[in-house]
């Protein structure tokens, strides 16, 4: 009896559980997931239709939907900046939506964050832009008529941003009417440049060897400390590269010194420099963990990429990888990160394919991390984890004259790659 009372009890808690109101399952949500149901794990609805036993709505990711998780906007004489920080890649409409009234640009498969919502609510995004989520599955940015003279919108990735570039009219009364012919932008005039000096018949490379002087970096079983490594390193890279013709070769320190990662730089950025490479020894709690790994900067992905930027950062870990996302969206900083990322790309595979034949090689690949020198240089930059000096293997290997001159050579090779087949954007 008692046995037949607790599966009614159960099943009755079941059913009220299926038929909650909506306001009730908001109380669940956090802007992330929704809590699923066992039906809803076992049997998933299909992309576009709802469960039909089952108010539970599933979480925005799972249902392909992309989360704006942040609104900015900027001013400056004659235009206006509107960046969207999303979480993945969003597809906005090809075909803007052309009416008397204005334009809208629709973002499908999109929904607002909560803290976008709030900044909307508050009145903090500039005019022209009127933001709404017309639906439960897209947003769109309308552009009132007469407020504008053109606008030109734009995809960018790693981070994932969308940004609209609007030329406000100077009178809203007496703008000149607007070219509304169908497509995804419409061109912006092109502003007067100030006269450009002649293209450089070189290029710049700064070379930063990490930490020095007072700050020792990580430390091996048998005392071996990553400032020695990385200057050993830095100065056979910059031997080998100074014999590229048409290429110019600086370092951040030739000695044993401690130079602040500001300086570090500022020093790049004041050279002028076209590409900066930072060379740095890894380390991990265990002592098994050993292998290469090559930086670019955005957000850490995982847990350890932030760690290590941390420890490299001298900064808390939870602090870290604070105000990665309020990187300047114009497209200097696009195509920065683009050719960072292919830049590490190139020098990684140089290096796993120069080292694996003569040692036994981990490649932990590229990722991204908020590092201080990645983020405040102006060129296409990375930073190369050579190898684990907690591990102590790999502490031998850095200990050899050997290996680190074929560590500077794979990195040499990688540079030469990059510069043979990028196009080093104009500074």
């Known amino acids: 009896m008692r046995s037949a009372l607790?599966?009614?009890?159960?099943?009755?808690?079941?059913?009220?559980?299926?038929?909650?109101?909506?306001?009730?399952?908001?109380?669940?949500?956090?802007?992330q997931a929704f809590a699923e149901t066992r039906a809803a794990r076992q049997e998933p609805p299909a992309k576009h239709k709802r469960s039909r036993t089952s108010r539970i709505h599933l979480a925005p990711t799972a249902l392909g939907l992309t989360t704006i998780q942040n609104l900015r906007t900027a001013s400056s004489p004659g235009l206006t900046r509107l960046v969207l920080d999303l979480d993945a890649k969003a597809s906005p409409s090809k075909h803007p939506k052309l009416q008397a009234e204005g334009v809208t640009i629709e973002i499908p498969n999109a929904t607002l964050s909560q803290s976008a919502k709030t900044k909307l609510t508050a009145g903090k995004i500039a005019k022209p832009f009127i933001i709404t989520q017309s639906s439960e599955r897209s947003v769109e940015v309308s552009l009132p008529a007469g407020s504008f003279q053109r606008y030109k919108l734009?995809?960018?990735?790693?981070?994932?941003?969308?940004?609209?570039?609007?030329?406000?009219s100077s009178d809203p009364l007496t703008a000149p009417p607007v070219d509304l012919t169908p497509g995804l932008e419409l061109p912006l005039p092109t502003p007067p440049q100030p006269a450009q000096p002649r293209a450089k018949s070189f290029k710049t490379i700064v070379i930063d060897p990490g930490h020095g002087g007072k700050d020792p970096g990580a430390r091996g079983q048998r005392g071996t400390e990553e400032k020695d490594i990385t200057l050993k390193v830095a100065l056979k890279?910059?031997?080998?590269?100074?014999?590229?013709?048409?290429?110019?070769?600086?370092?951040?320190?030739?000695?044993?010194?401690?130079?602040?990662?500001?300086?570090?730089?500022?020093?790049?950025?004041?050279?002028?420099?076209?590409?900066?490479?930072?060379?740095?020894?890894?380390?991990?709690?265990?002592?098994?963990?050993?292998?290469?790994?090559?930086?670019?900067?955005?957000?850490?992905?995982?847990?350890?990429?932030?760690?290590?930027?941390?420890?490299?950062?001298?900064?808390?870990?939870?602090?870290?990888?604070?105000?990665?996302?309020?990187l300047v969206a114009d497209l200097l900083t696009a195509k920065k990160i683009e050719a960072s990322l292919e830049l590490a790309w190139t020098a990684k595979e140089a290096m796993v394919t120069n080292l694996n034949n003569r040692y036994s090689l981990v490649d932990h690949g590229v990722k991204t991390a908020p590092f201080y020198v990645l983020r405040f240089t102006s060129m296409p930059s990375i930073l190369a984890e050579i190898a684990y000096i907690s591990n102590s293997a790999e502490e031998d290997m850095l200990r050899t004259g050997l290996f680190t001159t074929r560590v500077a050579e794979a990195l040499m090779e990688g540079v030469n790659t990059f510069l043979a087949s990028a196009k080093i954007a104009p500074r």
Request: glycine share 6%; net charge negative.
């Open 237 to 326: 890279l910059r031997d080998l590269l100074s014999k590229q013709p048409g290429v110019r070769v600086l370092m951040t320190r030739y000695r044993d010194e401690f130079v602040e990662l500001e300086d570090r730089a500022k020093f790049a950025n004041g050279q002028e420099a076209d590409l900066f490479v930072s060379i740095h020894v890894n380390s991990h709690p265990q002592r098994s963990v050993k292998g290469i790994e090559i930086y670019h900067f955005g957000e850490a992905k995982d847990q350890r990429a932030l760690e290590v930027a941390a420890r490299e950062n001298g900064t808390p870990l939870n602090t870290t990888g604070v105000g990665w996302e309020y």
């Open 6 to 31: 607790w599966r009614i009890f159960t099943l009755a808690f079941l059913v009220g559980l299926f038929h909650l109101p909506m306001h009730a399952l908001d109380l669940f949500h956090d802007g």
């Open 154 to 168: 734009l995809t960018l990735a790693n981070p994932h941003r969308l940004v609209i570039d609007v030329v406000p």
